[in-house]
């Protein structure tokens, strides 16, 4: 055997670098399903079963095309249970003269694939995931010209590098970035008409996926009764034609809004796809910008969401690559709490963390305002420990691999990188939930109230959130002014505030 060539869950992608050069009489490929991937990342039923689905077609496709696969099951008798365990043993059996490994998703992986290649003496061939645009040394470069890094000038470097939303060398529509168009609320009367997202039954692999899961993941939260994701390239392809006709020319208003029981709105549900490699981001920017050039889009939703593709999600990936392993253990406001035990089951009073989580865990998915402004924002105003709410939202959604979930979880949602990612800590009182969705018309708590029994526990939490950190964000260029409202209180109500925040954080309220 020439080359033994490496396929991990999240890299099913046919034009990967992985193949170049192949050679179906002289190299074979190498999938595994190692049961320590839903394990060491605790991962839900929807998770581990669009990881395996995706995987199983994936194989299929290339059987189908003549490739030699040897491929793992989960359940396979003598599966070893981990990836590295079960790439020695293939190296051993094999005796290839080359391993070829496309950078992996995840430090660790990187790190045990590289550590079984040297312990088996077989030349590792590691080559760049061409996948994304930016490569981590361009990111790297990048970073070391910039004094501080900031999302808004890596995108617009991205949009004249990769000749995107351009006329010439100014921006498509005027100009670079239309957030402020991005904040709509739906109002009293909510969305209105919601196209349906386009949703793909389990044909016969995924079915037998899913009968896996619920057999060996019974105990893990989760339901799989509505899985309907793309699990090949041609679904993928079809998630994003349905997306870009119906959904995207309404997305950018409403990018931010929330309604209770309305998982979809108009969110692109693309993330899967993407970062399993289905699709290629080039495609994706490319189709939402024809589309606005074809007058079918207008530029605020096109521009908003190329901007989360080509600005958020390479951004992020750029810096979990130059700042790990570190990065895992970074904890910038000294949070010790404990995620409580009703995010693995949605079983609270508190109506948007209800239906956010009930959501998670009956999908594998929330849309961003979810993930930031509901689930993570009362995990940051609670105080809890970063590599707790890293695994929680590492384990629940089919979106998540840690290149893209660490960054977002850890840094945007959490700011324990003490603001390497984003320049502030998005927090709010409840009232930006009440202004954002219909949730706290059904929640027997009230966003405008600080203390006593009715007060909503986000706001209570909020100007907890703001006492207990006021010295460091006091001069805080974009934080001092709600640290200064702190002022308005009587010390009577900071007291009050502070017993019932602790009331809250034990449970007791
Ligand atoms: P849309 O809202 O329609 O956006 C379009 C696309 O843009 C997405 O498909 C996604 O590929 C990309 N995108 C949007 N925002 C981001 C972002 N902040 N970072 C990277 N890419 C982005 N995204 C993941 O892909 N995997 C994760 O594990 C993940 N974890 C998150 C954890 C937290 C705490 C937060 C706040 C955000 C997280 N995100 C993650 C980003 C974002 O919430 C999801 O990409 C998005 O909700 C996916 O739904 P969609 O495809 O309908 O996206």
């Known amino acids: 055997l020439r080359h033994l060539v490496v396929v991990l869950g999240d890299q099913l992608d046919r ?26 990342v605790w991962s839900t039923q929807p998770r581990i079963a669009i990881f395996l689905a995706a995987m199983r077609h994936f194989a299929e496709a290339l059987r189908g095309e003549g490739l030699q696969v040897d491929y793992r099951l989960l359940d396979d008798a003598d599966n070893r249970g981990t990836l590295a365990a079960e790439l020695a043993a293939a190296l051993a059996r094999m005796r290839p003269a080359a391993l070829v490994l496309v950078q992996p998703g995840e430090w660790r992986v990187q790190e045990a694939l590289r550590a079984v290649a040297a312990h088996a003496g077989v030349a590792l061939d590691e080559r760049e995931d061409r996948h994304f645009l930016c490569t981590p040394a361009a990111f790297a470069r990048y970073a070391e010209s910039r004094p501080q890094l900031v999302m808004e000038h890596f995108y617009r470097a991205m949009r004249k590098r990769h000749r995107v939303l351009m006329d010439g060398d100014a921006p498509a529509g005027g100009a670079w970035n239309f957030d402020t168009d991005n904040r709509g609320a739906f109002g009293r009367d909510g969305p209105g008409f919601l196209p349906q997202p386009a949703a793909f039954p389990p044909d016969a692999t995924t079915q037998q996926v899913i009968a896996l899961v619920r057999k060996h993941f019974a105990e893990r939260p989760g339901r799989l009764d509505a ?55 080039r495609e994706v920017i490319a189709r939402a910008e024809a589309a606005y050039r074809a007058g079918q889009v207008p530029i605020a939703c096109a521009e908003g969401f190329i901007r989360q593709i080509l600005g958020w999600r390479e951004y992020v990936r750029g ?49 961003h305002i979810q993930r930031l402004m509901v689930t993570g924002l009362y995990a940051l105003l609670l105080g809890v420990e970063p590599v707790q709410v890293h695994a929680w939202y590492l384990a629940v959604y089919v979106d998540a691999v840690e290149w893209v979930e660490l960054p977002n979880t850890l840094g945007m949602s959490q700011f324990a990188d003490g603001g390497l990612l984003g320049s502030k800590p998005y927090v709010a009182s409840g009232q930006y939930i009440a202004r954002m969705s219909d949730h706290c018309r059904h929640c027997r708590f009230r966003p405008a109230e600080r203390t006593g029994e009715n007060a909503c526990p986000f706001t209570t939490l909020y100007w907890d959130f703001l006492a207990r950190h006021a010295q460091r964000f006091a001069e805080h260029p974009r934080l001092r002014a709600q640290v200064q409202n702190l002022a308005r209180l009587s010390d009577a109500e900071r007291g009050a505030i502070a017993l019932r925040a602790d009331a809250i954080r034990r449970g007791e309220a």
């Open 227 to 281: 899985f309907a994701w793309p699990v090949t390239r041609s679904e993928a392809l079809q998630a994003l034609d349905t997306f870009v006709a119906e959904r995207l020319p309404l997305f950018g208003h409403w990018q931010d809004a929330m309604w209770g029981g309305e998982p979809w709105l108009y969110h692109a549900q693309l993330s899967a796809a993407l970062n399993l490699k289905l699709l290629d981001p």
């Open 319 to 367: 810096i979990y690559w130059r700042e790990m392993p570190g990065y895992l253990a970074r904890n910038a406001l000294d949070a010790h709490a404990d995620l409580p035990p009703w995010y693995w089951t949605g079983q609270t009073d508190r109506e948007c963390l209800r239906d956010t989580i009930a959501q998670t865990l009956d999908l594998g998915y929330a849309h």
């Open 15 to 40: 034009q990967s670098a992985a193949f170049d050069g192949f050679d179906p009489a002289q190299d074979r490929v190498w999938m595994a399903e190692a049961i320590e991937e839903s394990t060491q």
